[in-house]
T-cell receptor, first 116, second 112 residues
Framework: GAGVSQSPRYKVAKRGQDVALRCDPISGHVSLFWYQQALGQGPEFLTYFQNEAQLDKSGLPSDRFFAERPEGSVSTLKIQRTQQEDSAVYLC??????????????FGQGTRLTVV | GQQVMQIPQYQHVQEGEDFTTYCNSSTTLSNIQWYKQRPGGHPVFLIQLVKSGEVKKQKRLTFQFGEAKKNSSLHITATQTTDVGTYFCAGTGGTSGSRLTFGEGTQLTVNP
């Protein structure tokens, strides 16, 4: 496709359940970002990949959060033992630029996670 | 860590009025990007500023980057109803690598 694709668009999880969120970046984009956006707030950085290398995971809020991009394209954000405070929109973005050479970031539609 | 503040949080204008949102960083930025997010949508890139004192224009939108590279502004002339949305600034700099640190955003509503 032409843009960044995320699935599922909506996810309802029971507290304690594990979830996996998928991101298909734009083909050829080196950089991939995950952000968390709470209602009425700006996106908060979670983690960054350059190809398959996870160069920055300093934004992951706890060790329940794990992200991977094994072949340098599709990425998965996994949240274990979900808590209510994990409820948010999870945004994926990709860009052509490499580490420290920022270019335009293209965002996906996001996955809205609701933990009940 | 790096913090980016944005004001105002909300702005209501009549169609045809001008609008400005301001962005301030706690640290010197390498560059700053601006995004627009429509209600229910995702952030869409508007522009990137890199040089100290840089000014860029896109039709009715004017973007400025401060001389000290710690602040930025977005000005919209003669707002239209299509300008409705939340405008975010996002900066990178220092030890943040490629991380974009977003401001809280300014939510613009335009009354026809």
């Amino acid at each position: 496709g032409a843009g960044v694709s995320q699935s599922p668009r909506y996810k309802v999880a029971k507290r304690g359940q594990d979830v996996a969120l998928r991101c298909d970046p734009i083909s050829g984009h080196v950089s991939l970002f995950w952000y968390q956006q709470a209602l009425g707030q700006g996106p908060e950085f979670l983690t960054y990949f350059q190809n398959e290398a996870q160069l920055d995971k300093s934004g992951l809020p706890s060790d329940r959060f794990f992200a991977e991009r094994p072949e340098g394209s599709v990425s998965t954000l996994k949240i274990q033992r979900t808590q209510q405070e994990d409820s948010a929109v999870y945004l994926c973005a990709s860009s052509l630029g490499r580490w420290r050479r920022n270019t335009e970031a293209f965002f996906g539609q996001g996955t809205r996670l609701t933990v009940v | 860590g790096q913090q980016v503040m944005q004001i105002p949080q909300y702005q209501h204008v009549q169609e045809g009025e001008d609008f400005t949102t301001y962005c301030n960083s706690s640290t010197t930025l390498s560059n700053i990007q601006w995004y627009k997010q429509r209600p229910g949508g995702h952030p869409v890139f508007l522009i990137q500023l890199v040089k100290s004192g840089e000014v860029k224009k896109q039709k009715r939108l004017t973007f400025q980057f401060g001389e000290a590279k710690k602040n930025s502004s977005l000005h919209i002339t003669a707002t239209q109803t299509t300008d409705v949305g939340t405008y975010f600034c996002a900066g990178t700099g220092g030890t943040s690598g490629s991380r974009l640190t977003f401001g809280e955003g300014t939510q613009l509503t335009v009354n026809p």
